[in-house]
Nanobody, 118 residues
Framework: QVQLVESGGGLVQAGGSLRLSCAAS????????IGWYRQAPGKQRELVAV???????NYAEAVKGRFTVSRDNAKNTVYLQMNSLKPEDTAVYYC????????????WGQGTQVTVSS
């Protein structure tokens, strides 16, 4: 099994930056993909960015060019660097691990609040 803990959220002004962390423990090397999701009040949870075990990344159009996902395997941590933040980025951000098991398994962190003020 995998345990995920997000951190790094907080209050930031529009145009500012935050770096979120997702610390993983357990069966770390069974993880195929880490996804960053966000959910604002009254809205569905949306996929923001993904990174594979091989380091390939992809991003939602709304954050492309502003957010960067990376991983540090030595620290068992995935990061989401968020630059040029906008008020519409305000949400609870979650990381999700997709596991190479049968059937495939997903694990969620507890979430971290990001609030961008105007």
């Amino acid at each position: 099994q995998v345990q995920l803990v997000e951190s790094g959220g907080g209050l930031v002004q529009a145009g500012g930056s935050l770096r979120l962390s997702c610390a993983a423990s357990g069966s770390i090397f069974s993880i195929n993909v880490i996804g960053w999701y966000r959910q604002a009040p009254g809205k569905q949870r949306e996929l923001v960015a993904v990174i594979t075990s091989g380091g390939r990344t992809n991003y939602a159009e709304a954050v492309k060019g502003r957010f960067t996902v990376s991983r540090d395997n030595a620290k068992n941590t995935v990061y989401l660097q968020m630059n040029s933040l906008k008020p519409e980025d305000t949400a609870v951000y979650y990381c999700n691990a997709a596991i190479s098991s049968w059937p495939p398994s997903n694990y969620w962190g507890q979430g971290t609040q990001v609030t961008v003020s105007s």
